[in-house]
């Protein structure tokens, strides 16, 4: 393969490590990936299997830090949900302006939110449909109630959000 930045070498395959800087995030190091190199012009092109897979895998890597999210993780983690920076607002039930407050450094997030934040993260779902359930059903004057039962099979409680009768 020739090189796509200079296009005048043949690229060098070997394995090592790469610092990461294309997610995002200025501190992740892929260990041991195939990386190749232009001799020419030095330029890197990483092999980066199962790209998907390590995205989750830094995101769970940074629900689990001790410390607090920096504005580049909020970004990171934003993205790894597919939210926009309207979607993020709408799911926190806060401004748009405040996202760009937590994702641009000016203003850190509250730990309540972070707490919340890191929940979404981790349970790895989008929950967008949450205002607009609870608005249908307020505008249907539906009562819904949990109901919550023992499956023995299972030896688990199990639950559902049904109508009441």
Same mark, same amino acid.
């Given at each position: ?66 410390? $607090? ?5 909020? &970004?990171? @983690?934003?993205? !790894?949900?597919?939210? #926009?920076?309207?979607?993020?607002? *709408? ?45 249908? $059903? ?5 009562? &819904?109630? @949990?109901?919550? !039962?023992?499956?023995? #099979?299972?030896?688990?409680?199990? *639950? ?6």
């Amino acid at each position: 393969m020739r090189c796509p930045v200079c296009e005048r070498a043949e690229l060098v395959e070997k394995v090592q490590n790469y610092h990461y800087r294309e997610c995002g995030l200025g501190n992740v190091v892929l260990t041991g990936i195939t990386v190749r190199s232009c001799p020419e012009c030095g330029a890197l092109v990483p092999k980066i299997p199962r790209m998907e897979a390590l995205h989750d895998c830094i995101a769970h890597a940074l629900v689990k830090k001790e410390e $607090r999210l920096t504005p580049e993780e909020i &970004v990171f @983690l934003r993205k !790894s949900l597919g939210w #926009s920076g309207a979607d993020f607002a *709408d799911n926190l039930h806060c401004d748009k302006s405040q996202v760009s407050k937590w994702e641009n450094g000016r203003v850190p997030m509250s730990k309540q939110n972070e707490l919340l934040f890191r929940e979404i993260v981790a349970r790895g779902k989008k929950i967008d449909d949450y205002k607009r359930t609870d608005a249908a $059903r307020k505008e249907a004057g539906k009562v &819904v109630s @949990l109901f919550v !039962s023992m499956d023995d #099979s299972k030896r688990q409680w199990t *639950d559902e959000w049904r109508e009441a009768a």
